[in-house]
């Protein structure tokens, strides 16, 4: 799974915590200005609204995280704005 780094804490003295944000691409689908009637302006300017308040909720808004020691961090040098892809397997007991 590929996912783009949205931010980077300290945890503690030892280890980083990285969130992540899945990348999926969704066309959406705006409808067809008609400025014809006030009415119809209301209604497009009020989708217009909800569009942008949902791209701005999925922005603020993290997938997943995960714990990285600090030295491994480092290796890695990641910084936000990457896209990094998660491999998840099942561990053994």
């Known amino acids: 799974?590929?996912?783009?780094?949205?931010?980077?804490?300290?945890?503690?003295?030892?280890?980083?915590?990285?969130?992540?944000?899945?990348?999926?691409?969704?066309?959406?689908?705006?409808?067809?200005?008609?400025?014809?009637?006030?009415?119809?302006?209301?209604?497009?300017s009020m989708q217009m609204g909800m569009a942008v308040s949902k791209k701005l909720e999925e922005l603020t808004t993290f997938d997943a995280f995960i714990t990285l020691e600090f030295e491994q961090y480092e290796i890695l040098d990641l910084k936000v704005g990457d896209i990094v892809e998660i491999d998840i397997k099942h561990a053994e007991r």
Not at 2 to 26: A, C, P
Not at 30 to 43: F, T, V
Request: overall charge positive; hydrophobic content about 45%.
């Open 1 to 44: 799974m590929k996912f783009r780094i949205v931010r980077i804490e300290l945890k503690d003295d030892k280890n980083v915590l990285i969130y992540l944000k899945s990348i999926e691409r969704t066309a959406e689908v705006l409808p067809k200005a008609d400025l014809s009637n006030p009415a119809s302006l209301l209604e497009f």
